[in-house]
């Protein structure tokens, strides 16, 4: 059983930055792919951003693509979202998880995913 946690999110003023972080344990996350995903107030979580088991795929939303990156250091099992130029609309609970799945490309959709986070959340004022 793999246990995700999230950290890094907080309060940023527009056009700031930050990095989550999402450490694992419990399991191995080398085999597999990561996905960020976030839900704010009175939305359906949505797909933020993933990474396949050895970080040769990546894959956006067009909402954070140019401004986010994700990647993965398989040495500590973490996997980081580096977020810059925040803007208010990215307001969410951010939440990480893991993908059990063996793939070439990394995986978009909520219901590819096993495990997943408590979240962390990201305020931006405007």
């Known amino acids: 059983q793999v246990q995700l946690e999230e950290s890094g999110g907080g309060l940023v003023q527009a056009g700031g930055s930050l990095r989550l972080s999402c450490a694992a344990s419990?399991?191995?996350?080398?085999?597999?792919?990561m996905g960020w995903f976030r839900q704010a107030p009175g939305k359906e979580r949505e797909f933020v951003a993933c990474?396949?088991?050895?970080?040769?795929?990546?894959s956006y939303a067009e909402s954070v693509k140019g401004r986010f990156t994700i990647s993965r250091d398989h040495g500590t099992y973490t996997v980081y979202l580096q977020m810059n130029t925040l803007e208010a609309e990215d307001t969410a609970v951010y939440y990480c998880?893991?993908?059990?799945?063996?793939?070439?490309?990394?995986?978009?959709?909520?219901?590819?995913?096993?495990?997943w986070g408590q979240g962390t959340q990201v305020t931006v004022s405007s």
């Open positions: 990474i396949n088991w050895n970080g040769a795929s990546t």
């Open positions: 998880a893991n993908a059990r799945l063996y793939a070439d490309e990394c995986f978009r959709a909520i219901g590819e995913y096993d495990y």
């Open positions: 419990g399991g191995t996350l080398n085999v597999g792919g």
